[in-house]
């Protein structure tokens, strides 16, 4: 069944415009398609956010809060629905689909506690001499029109990050959907407006990088929250210039396994967590590195593992690997794997693809320098390295161009420490995998895996601005 992705423009949902055909991956059939933007829906987007952001700036947190609660049940009640169009449009498994819904529905949910949460200061400017006599007030006031990019790995829930926190922060919201997943992205916007999200809060654009471009560019747009690769993040703050930023950005997320591991744990996690949405996640596990006296049990251990995981149908509901997003993408973690194997690395399973569907890699020992290390492979595909010293895999993750997220496995709190502070990624995930998560802890990275920090209460503070008031001659202590 073909699903017509419309799009929201100044108040109304249109098909107007050039489509674009969007073929499943695991199909090859057109699964939906799109009107793209022209320029005059960018202007008219952007003169409609404009006129209307005080209209959403004015209305209550409660209102704001009581929205998003609705929008969380609704996502538990279509998550069927929704698990199927990410199956379709881009090969995810219903199974994870159907986690990825679940969490836009915690998302709301957390969204709509922030909401509640937003505030501001009695500030102590009596505490000063120059102070006294006066007080002084601050409050978190929206910025007005936030534009939010969103990726194709986990399209509903960065979008309900997104534009769930903006609504909570009271901003109207211009949505760029990514090209793989336009009814995705519709379904859920509907599924907003569904619960009565004032139709002035949301529009949504489907288009490319030149459609993302303009809208990063115009002058009404106040934010921008932007998921995906470096290289386009670096193009996003170009375009932008002189607007407020939260970019999430890519990682070669790796993850520790010392000798005091529980190696049957450690190889089931990463063979679990590297391999789902077939790797294609900036935090999937792309480089486990094993203490080398525990380096060939660990192998045999992963490699049993991942020989269980199941390819196949992503509707089915037994399938934990389905297809990746096109055939490009499968065929670099085949050329990839070669790549290292030419350069002496092992190549105990996989190195193929059939169509997107890539076969779960495994590339055991590669070059410190091959690309399967150093660089970002966003697909079914996990190095294996052993390493000696903990201070020396320390300073071989920190040497690398991205700091995302990493997982450790080890008993010994001195170890845990030392990585908390010493490893420089945003996030350390113990007795995990590097692919982990709870939506409402602070999530983002440092050098090329991004700045800010995407979870509810971190974007709200990048979605407001701090208003001042402050009255002369007026104190609750005093003027002396």
Same mark, same amino acid.
């Given at each position: 069944m073909l699903e017509e992705a419309t799009a929201l423009v100044a108040g109304s949902w249109t098909a107007d415009g050039p489509q674009r055909e969007r073929i499943g991956p695991y199909t090859r059939q057109v699964v939906s398609r799109a009107p793209q933007a022209s320029p005059e829906d960018i202007r008219s987007a952007c003169a409609f956010a404009r006129t209307h952001a005080g209209q959403v700036a004015r209305l209550s947190p409660a209102s704001r809060a009581a929205v998003l609660e609705r929008a969380a049940a609704a996502a538990t009640g279509r998550r069927q629905e929704l698990a199927r169009l990410?199956?379709?449009?881009?090969?995810?498994?219903?199974?994870?689909?159907?986690?990825?819904?679940?969490?836009?529905?915690?998302?709301?949910?957390?969204?709509?506690?922030?909401?509640?949460?937003?505030?501001?200061?009695?500030?102590?400017?009596a505490g000063w001499a120059r102070g006294a006599g006066n007080t002084a007030f601050t409050f978190r006031a929206p910025l007005g029109v936030a534009l939010a990019i969103t990726?194709?790995?986990?399209?509903?829930?960065? @979008?309900?990050?997104?534009?769930?926190?903006?609504?909570? *922060?009271?901003?109207?919201?211009?949505?760029?959907?990514?090209?793989?997943?336009?009814?995705?992205?519709?379904?859920?916007?509907?599924?907003?407006?569904?619960?009565?999200?004032?139709?002035?809060?949301?529009?949504?654009?489907?288009?490319?990088?030149?459609?993302? #471009?303009?809208?990063?560019?115009?002058?009404?747009?106040? &934010?921008?929250?932007?998921?995906?690769?470096?290289?386009?993040? *670096?193009?996003?703050?170009?375009?932008?210039g002189a607007k407020r930023l939260v970019l999430?950005?890519?990682?070669?997320?790796?993850?520790?396994?010392?000798?005091?591991?529980?190696? #049957?744990?450690a190889a089931s996690v990463c063979a679990r967590t590297g391999y789902s949405?077939?790797?294609?996640?900036?935090?999937?596990? =792309?480089?486990?590195?094993?203490?080398?006296?525990?380096?060939?049990?660990?192998?045999?251990?992963?490699?049993? +593992?991942?020989?269980?995981? +199941?390819?196949?149908?992503?509707?089915?509901?037994?399938?934990?690997?389905?297809?990746?997003?096109?055939?490009?993408?499968? =065929?670099?973690?085949?050329?990839?794997?070669?790549?290292?194997?030419?350069?002496?690395a092992r190549i105990p399973l996989g190195g193929t693809r059939e169509g997107a569907t890539a076969a779960p890699t495994i590339v055991a020992g590669p070059d410190p320098d091959a690309l399967v290390v150093t660089h970002e492979v966003f697909? #079914? @595909?996990?190095?294996?390295?052993?390493?000696?010293?903990?201070?020396?895999?320390?300073?071989? @993750?920190?040497?690398?161009?991205?700091?995302?997220?990493?997982?450790?496995?080890?008993?010994?709190?001195? +170890?845990?420490?030392?990585?908390?502070?010493?490893?420089?990624?945003?996030?350390?995930? &113990?007795?995990?995998?590097?692919?982990? +998560? @709870?939506?409402?802890?602070?999530?983002?990275?440092?050098?090329d895996s991004g700045f800010g920090r995407e979870t509810p209460s971190s974007m709200i503070e990048d979605y407001t601005q701090v208003k001042t008031l402050l009255l002369r001659g007026v104190s609750v202590w005093g003027e002396d």
């Open positions: 990410l199956a379709l449009e881009l090969g995810k498994p219903v199974k994870d689909g159907l986690g990825e819904i679940d969490r836009v529905a915690d998302t709301f949910a957390v969204c709509a506690a922030e909401a509640r949460r937003i505030g501001g200061e009695h500030l102590p400017v990726p194709f790995n986990a399209p509903a829930n960065l @979008l309900a990050h997104k534009l769930g926190a903006s609504f909570a *922060a009271g901003n109207t919201t211009i949505v760029k959907a990514p090209p793989q997943a336009p009814a995705t992205s519709a379904a859920l916007v509907a599924l907003l407006l569904d619960a009565e999200m004032p139709t002035p809060a949301v529009q949504l654009l489907h288009g490319g990088g030149d459609v993302g #471009a303009a809208l990063c560019a115009a002058d009404e747009v106040a &934010v921008i929250s932007f998921t995906g690769s470096p290289a386009t993040g *670096a193009a996003v703050a170009r375009a932008a999430e950005l890519g990682g070669n997320a790796a993850t520790i396994v010392c000798e005091d591991a529980d190696l #049957a744990q949405n077939s790797g294609q996640s900036c935090i999937s596990v =792309q480089r486990v590195y094993v203490h080398a006296s525990r380096y060939e049990e660990f192998l045999g251990l992963f490699e049993e +593992r991942v020989r269980a995981l +199941r390819i196949g149908d992503p509707l089915d509901p037994a399938t934990d690997i389905g297809a990746m997003v096109d055939e490009e993408a499968a =065929q670099r973690v085949v050329d990839w794997a070669a790549k290292a194997a030419a350069d002496g697909g #079914a @595909l996990v190095a294996v390295l052993p390493y000696r010293q903990f201070d020396e895999v320390i300073g071989t @993750l920190n040497s690398g161009r991205y700091g995302l997220q990493a997982g450790l496995f080890t008993q010994d709190i001195g +170890r845990i420490i030392t990585a908390w502070r010493e490893l420089q990624v945003g996030g350390v995930i &113990v007795n995990g995998s590097s692919n982990y +998560r @709870l939506d409402h802890v602070p999530f983002g990275g440092v050098k």
